[in-house]
């Protein structure tokens, strides 16, 4: 029996392996019967291959981050700061890494992590302008779902999830895609139920969002008819959330989930995890393929972290 902590971690860590090596290829560049298994037909997969010429199961800075945060989670810290010095030894030292080597970071978290570097302050780390908004606080936003639902000290979701996405993407637009995107996914917990978990959604936060011209697409009636190609697959965190939420609520498995999004290609594994998570939480780790979660670097590490997770929570 799979736990909710070992669902999400390996939904997102799988899922972003996956998408390393197509990763800046456009949709017809991509063979996804080749993505299905894993790349076996790829002669240097255990050696190194693909846009960054890495072993298959090496996941990226998506991955590294969400177990920064997961692991924050863990340590009952509660100063920000402590985090953000796990994304410094993560940048700096290869800290969560698959190999030790860091690689594909994002401009934002990258300057982020810079700042706090500098002036070791996280409330002034992260950008806050409009160009700022890419998918690199919702990438590794997920393990907020734990103290969201079990920590009833936690009176205003939208400020304490605001000074997560804000370490790195503090612009409005970014704390709005995490925000909603742990709506949803809670209701996808207490639920197991994607149409019931999107009609909360609505219920919810519909009457915030629905003018919003960033966001009314999803809170939208036709949100599940939209060709996905109109969706930025290139990095804009509103494009990866529309990804995400209409992958879930248009597939009936992790795989076909992830493959889907994998189609679309562009930024394969950022929007991977971002899917991932939720995929892992409605189908669980025991429908992840087997073949995919083999070849996953620091497995034993990232099944240690999921149990000290649910030990957290209570949850085991």
Request: with cysteine.
């Amino acid at each position: 029996m799979s736990h909710l902590a070992q669902d999400i971690l390996f939904g997102v860590a799988v899922a972003d392996a996956l998408g390393v090596p197509i990763e800046f290829k456009y949709p017809n560049e991509i063979d996804i019967e080749s993505v299905k298994t894993n790349y076996q037909n790829e002669p240097n997969r255990l050696i190194g291959f693909g846009s960054w010429h890495k072993p298959v199961g090496t996941f990226s800075d998506d991955s590294s981050l969400t177990f920064c945060t997961a692991e924050y989670l863990v340590s009952e810290e509660s100063d920000l700061n402590d985090l953000m010095d796990r994304f410094k030894d993560w940048m700096k030292e290869g800290y969560w890494t698959a190999d030790g080597d860091t690689f594909d970071i994002g401009r934002t978290t990258l300057f982020a992590i810079e700042n706090f570097a500098n002036d070791y302050n996280w409330r002034t780390a992260g950008l806050n302008t409009e160009r700022d908004n890419g998918n690199g606080s919702l990438m590794r936003i997920s393990p907020l779902l734990f103290p969201l639902l079990y920590d009833k000290n936690i009176t205003y979701p939208y400020s304490y999830i605001s000074n997560f996405s804000s370490l790195t993407h503090a612009h409005k637009i970014a704390i709005d895609s995490c925000y909603i995107y742990l709506i949803y996914a809670k209701h996808l917990v207490l639920t197991k139920d994607v149409r019931l978990a999107y009609e909360s959604l609505i219920n919810d936060l519909a009457s915030t969002y629905q003018e919003n011209e960033y966001f009314k697409r999803i809170f939208s009636p036709n949100f599940k008819e939209i060709d996905p190609s109109e969706f930025n697959n290139r990095g804009f965190v509103v494009g990866s959330l529309e990804i995400a939420l209409q992958t879930i609520l248009t597939t009936n498995s992790y795989e076909e989930a992830i493959l889907k999004v994998m189609s679309l290609g562009k930024d394969t594994d950022t929007n991977g995890a971002i899917t991932g998570a939720l995929a892992g939480i409605l189908y669980g780790f025991e429908s992840i393929p087997k073949h995919w979660i083999e070849p996953l670097k620091r497995k034993e590490n990232i099944q240690l972290l999921a149990e000290q997770l649910n030990f957290k929570y209570k949850l085991l």
